[in-house]
């Protein structure tokens, strides 16, 4: 079950997909914020997921990116 919330703003698109915040920063780069209560190793497969599913579904058009966690 996916949870999405997507605001898109004149300039940037934002919002969270399964509790995960995520910002589309630029053409190349997608920003996730980790959870303080989640393990960096267990949180690896939830931001996989995450750019994944913005991928799929058409949010962000390269299959290649930088992903920046903010802790």
Known sequence: LT???I??????????VNGIKFEIKDTNT?????????NFYDFKNRCDLT??????????NKT????EVVT
């Open 3 to 5: 949870y999405l919330l």
């Open 7 to 16: 605001m898109f703003s004149s300039t940037k698109k934002s919002g969270y």
């Open 30 to 38: 997608i920003r996730i914020w980790k959870p303080s209560e989640i």
């Open 51 to 60: 750019v994944k599913y913005l991928i799929d579904e058409g949010f962000f």
């Open 64 to 67: 290649k990116c930088k992903v």
